[in-house]
């Protein structure tokens, strides 16, 4: 069932593109819209919107940089230790739910070193893996999303993607607990 | 919050690196200034041409963990050296960071002057000297502020990797945006969003019903769905531009905003492809049984995120950020 679940996807995911180039442009075609045209109209744009994003990115970057270089989180993860030990949580995963949100790169570094000391079929290696594929770098979607448009004052945005990675985490935890332990 | 939390990282940062750099330096973790007695196996004795020793400082993992404390070295060390006479009465050996170099070394050499290759000073060898090993006594060059040169480092490379994404995500964004014009032009979103309707309106009932905006909102979580994140992403930028023209406030984030940036983080995904793709390389024997815990895990961020922006956007707090204008 999960492996043709998963081949059905990956499929889905390969032609995707393919898909989406033939029917978006073919359409255009069709509905006798002038297709190369409008195409470099719509992708003048690109190049502003990229440089747009760069001091937000810079900013965001910068500070999870400092963060991550100063041994901060080790730290962290050795004074929440007890606490993540009585939800079933191994405090060696605790690394990984806390560079998760921060940065995309460090938390697969996170993943692999986990699989590495303790094995990737390990209860610690599929949770590490489970919360890898639970959630998103929402920093830097934040800084990518709202950078683009200019958008300083992020409102509630803040903490509903602390929320949503809390609860993705304690969800992985859980899940892998109940069906892995 | 965001000023919060981004002032905390870096605060947080410099202070922790601080202290970890004052804790290394009153432990002196890094025995600078302490003597440390090896054996020096020679693989090259000086020539008239060459004025330097060539071999390999060799050390048993205990001896060296008596010096640096537990877990500096796992396995004997089997360090190359170069040793050269400064005529100042002392030599230099130069070690460069490899296979057979102690952890500690390792990392030491990292923030060596010459980084990646630590030195230390001896007492001169005698030329004359017999045998095919000698006994030497280095002191290893002074380690001093490992983290916060870190720090100072990671500030440096992280806004230029910064500005290296950004200007990647030029080509691709050119490409998708155009695709997405053309799309728009030919009626094709309309149809899309307008089949979505349902779930739209309850999601974003700020969002006009067959606002462009629902279009590439849809088309960018579908792709994240998939797994495509090049094609995810101006999608998604595509969406808060269209967002953003229903924006009553610029610079302001709306709720439909932060509804949207909720499902992103939230990252639903049928495979997880890349935590797939880790476990395979790290020998898992199903490397695909993460990806129902994945979609439960995901599917509960995702819930949560789209949950709580609804329920916060009613905070007085952060209803006035977006009233102020209409008073």
């Given at each position: 069932?999960?492996?043709?679940?998963?081949?059905?996807?990956?499929a889905?995911?390969v032609?995707?593109?393919?898909l989406?180039?033939?029917?978006?442009l073919g359409?255009?075609?069709?509905?006798?819209?002038?297709?190369?045209?409008?195409f470099v109209?719509?992708?003048?744009?690109?190049?502003?919107?990229?440089?747009?994003?760069?001091?937000?990115?810079?900013?965001?970057?910068?500070?999870?940089?400092?963060?991550r270089?100063?041994?901060?989180l080790?730290?962290?993860?050795?004074?929440?230790?007890?606490?993540?030990?009585?939800i079933?949580?191994?405090p060696?995963?605790?690394?990984?739910a806390?560079?998760?949100p921060?940065?995309?790169?460090?938390?697969?570094?996170?993943?692999?070193?986990?699989?590495?000391?303790h094995?990737?079929d390990?209860?610690?290696?599929?949770?590490?893996?489970?919360?890898?594929?639970?959630?998103?770098?929402?920093f830097?979607?934040?800084?990518?999303?709202?950078?683009?448009?200019?958008?300083?004052?992020?409102?509630?945005?803040?903490?509903?993607?602390?929320?949503?990675?809390?609860?993705g985490?304690?969800?992985a935890v859980?899940?892998?607990?109940?069906?892995?332990? | 919050m965001?000023?919060?939390?981004?002032?905390?990282?870096?605060?947080?940062?410099?202070?922790?690196?601080?202290?970890?750099?004052?804790?290394d330096?009153m432990?002196?973790?890094?025995?600078?200034g302490?003597?440390?007695?090896?054996r020096?196996?020679?693989?090259?004795r000086?020539?008239?041409?060459?004025?330097?020793?060539?071999?390999?400082?060799?050390?048993?993992?205990?001896?060296?963990?008596?010096?640096?404390?537990?877990g500096?070295?796992?396995s004997?060390?089997?360090?190359?050296a170069?040793?050269s006479?400064?005529?100042?009465?002392?030599?230099?050996?130069?070690?460069?960071?490899?296979?057979?170099?102690?952890?500690?070394?390792a990392?030491?050499a990292?923030h060596?002057?010459?980084?990646?290759?630590?030195?230390a000073?001896?007492?001169?060898?005698n030329p004359?000297?017999?045998?095919?090993?000698?006994?030497?006594?280095?002191?290893?060059?002074?380690?001093r502020?490992?983290?916060?040169?870190?720090?100072?480092s990671?500030?440096?490379?992280y806004?230029?990797?910064?500005?290296?994404?950004?200007?990647?995500?030029?080509?691709?964004?050119?490409?998708?945006l155009g695709v997405?014009?053309?799309?728009?032009?030919?009626?094709l979103?309309r149809?899309?969003?307008?089949?979505?309707?349902?779930?739209?309106?309850r999601?974003?009932?700020?969002?006009?019903p067959?606002?462009?905006?629902?279009?590439?909102?849809?088309?960018?979580i579908?792709?994240?769905?998939?797994g495509?994140?090049?094609?995810?992403?101006?999608m998604?930028?595509?969406?808060?531009e269209?967002l953003?023209?229903l924006?009553?406030?610029?610079g302001?984030?709306?709720?439909?905003?932060?509804?949207?940036?909720?499902?992103?983080?939230?990252?639903?995904?049928?495979i997880?492809?890349?935590?797939?793709a880790?476990?395979?390389a790290a020998?898992?024997?199903?490397?695909?049984i993460?990806?129902?815990?994945?979609i439960?895990?995901?599917?509960?961020?995702?819930i949560?995120g789209?949950?709580?922006?609804?329920?916060?956007q009613?905070?007085?707090?952060?209803?006035?950020?977006?009233?102020?204008d209409h008073?």
């Amino acid at each position: 069932m999960s492996e043709a679940f998963r081949t059905l996807v990956n499929a889905a995911a390969v032609v995707a593109i393919p898909l989406m180039f033939v029917l978006f442009l073919g359409w255009g075609v069709v509905r006798k819209v002038k297709v190369y045209e409008v195409f470099v109209e719509g992708a003048k744009e690109g190049f502003a919107t990229a440089v747009r994003i760069i001091p937000y990115l810079v900013a965001m970057l910068v500070a999870i940089g400092i963060f991550r270089a100063s041994g901060a989180l080790d730290l962290i993860t050795r004074l929440l230790a007890p606490v993540t030990s009585f939800i079933g949580m191994p405090p060696e995963t605790l690394a990984m739910a806390f560079m998760r949100p921060l940065s995309g790169s460090g938390s697969l570094g996170v993943m692999t070193e986990l699989m590495k000391v303790h094995g990737a079929d390990s209860l610690i290696g599929v949770m590490a893996s489970t919360m890898y594929g639970s959630s998103e770098t929402t920093f830097y979607v934040l800084a990518v999303y709202f950078g683009s448009v200019g958008i300083r004052n992020t409102r509630h945005a803040v903490p509903v993607g602390l929320i949503a990675d809390a609860v993705g985490m304690l969800a992985a935890v859980w899940v892998v607990n109940l069906l892995f332990r | 919050m965001l000023n919060y939390i981004w002032i905390s990282l870096i605060v947080l940062g410099i202070l922790v690196a601080a202290g970890n750099d004052a804790a290394d330096e009153m432990e002196n973790t890094y025995r600078n200034g302490v003597p440390l007695d090896v054996r020096f196996e020679i693989a090259k004795r000086p020539t008239p041409l060459r004025s330097t020793w060539e071999g390999t400082i060799v050390l048993s993992a205990a001896e060296f963990n008596s010096l640096y404390g537990p877990g500096s070295a796992d396995s004997a060390v089997d360090q190359p050296a170069t040793i050269s006479a400064d005529g100042s009465g002392r030599s230099t050996v130069t070690m460069a960071a490899g296979p057979g170099t102690p952890r500690l070394w390792a990392e030491m050499a990292r923030h060596a002057a010459d980084p990646g290759r630590l030195a230390a000073t001896t007492p001169p060898l005698n030329p004359a000297a017999e045998g095919t090993a000698l006994p030497l006594r280095i002191v290893v060059e002074p380690i001093r502020f490992v983290r916060l040169k870190a720090v100072t480092s990671a500030a440096i490379d992280y806004a230029a990797a910064a500005v290296n994404i950004s200007i990647g995500l030029i080509g691709v964004m050119a490409l998708w945006l155009g695709v997405m014009k053309v799309a728009e032009e030919a009626g094709l979103l309309r149809i899309i969003t307008r089949a979505l309707t349902p779930l739209t309106r309850r999601l974003f009932p700020d969002v006009p019903p067959d606002h462009p905006a629902l279009g590439a909102m849809i088309m960018n979580i579908a792709a994240n769905m998939l797994g495509l994140n090049n094609a995810a992403t101006p999608m998604g930028l595509k969406a808060m531009e269209e967002l953003n023209k229903l924006n009553p406030r610029l610079g302001t984030a709306t709720n439909a905003m932060v509804t949207f940036l909720a499902i992103n983080t939230g990252g639903l995904v049928l495979i997880p492809a890349t935590a797939i793709a880790v476990r395979a390389a790290a020998g898992s024997a199903n490397p695909g049984i993460i990806i129902g815990t994945s979609i439960i895990g995901s599917g509960c961020a995702t819930i949560a995120g789209i949950a709580s922006s609804r329920l916060l956007q009613r905070l007085p707090r952060y209803r006035r950020q977006v009233e102020a204008d209409h008073e």
